[in-house]
């Protein structure tokens, strides 16, 4: 099934497109948002997105993605990130990398090259492609973009052993699942009050619905207006789901509720 993921090959998203589809039907494309646009208009059967990263938090592109096109999420892939330092010799003088990566070896990067200058580049491999060309620049990556021009200069930078990244796949909308131990939601309430989020959460907890992810993205509206990202670990296959989700529905019928569907998690090594 053709799956589109970040580019160019050799990401960290790559690895996790391979999880769920043969490489041969992988694409890849440089912009989260235009993965998640590609699956709703309907150019490309499944997307592969980074969503968040034990060390340096949420990818925001990836969720304000989710609320702006109407895609389903049906699978959960959990990889280990372990980075590698990789360039032409010591000599560079510039480290390019995915703004993640760059955050996740701070303290690697300050510690053994502080005078080198940091640039966000697309995704880890377009900073080995760059690294490959350009003998001034390093790249962080996985190891396995080592050879040719390219040595590791270092292994296992990332500054916790824990690195650990979630990313989602993404189907059509029509393709929703209420099967599976997670669910990912979104809900706009378009109101404010007192209280309002704890309400929200509130018909989980009555349910002993586990939530394992909340996060407030701003509306675009208008200041300190929110679309709140809530993943629960229950399957919408559930009546304990179906009913807390009513109660939520209430609650925001000034606004909206999506729901992206209920899938399983795979850890990929
Ligand atoms: O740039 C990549 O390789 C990605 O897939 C995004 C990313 C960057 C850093 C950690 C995990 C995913």
Request: proline letters at 4%; aromatic letters at 6%; charged letters at 25%.
């Amino acid at each position: 099934m053709e799956t589109l993921t970040l580019g160019p090959s050799g990401t960290y998203s790559h690895r996790a497109a391979r999880a769920v589809a043969d490489d041969g039907d992988i694409e890849f494309t440089e912009s989260v948002t235009g993965i998640v646009e590609a699956v709703a208009q309907g150019r490309s059967a499944r997307g592969v997105v980074p969503v968040e990263n034990s060390i340096e938090g949420t990818v925001t592109e990836s969720l304000d993605a989710f609320a702006e096109y109407d895609v389903a999420v049906v699978q959960e892939i959990v990889t280990p990130i372990r980075h590698a330092l990789l360039a032409q010799h010591e000599a560079f003088e510039l480290v390019a990398s995915h703004a993640q990566a760059l955050a996740q070896c701070r303290s690697y990067l300050e510690a053994n090259y502080p005078e080198a200058d940091l640039e966000a580049v697309a995704s880890t491999a377009r900073g080995v492609e760059r690294a490959r060309e350009d003998g001034t620049l390093a790249a962080i990556g996985h190891p396995d973009n080592a050879g040719g021009t390219l040595q590791t200069l270092a292994e296992d930078i990332q500054t916790r052993d824990s690195n650990a990244t979630r990313f989602l796949v993404v189907a059509p909308s029509a393709e929703q699942s209420r099967a599976g131990s997670k669910t990912s939601l979104i809900v706009y309430p378009n109101r404010d009050y007192p209280g309002l989020l704890l309400e929200l959460l509130d018909p989980f907890a009555e349910r002993d619905i586990n939530l394992t992810r909340v996060e407030s993205r701003p509306s675009g509206e208008r200041l300190g207006d929110y679309v709140f990202h809530i993943d629960v670990a229950a399957g919408l296959y559930e009546n304990r789901t179906v009913e807390a989700l009513a109660v939520v529905e209430d609650l925001a019928d000034a606004g909206w509720v999506r729901r992206l569907g209920s899938y399983d998690t795979e850890t990929v090594v």
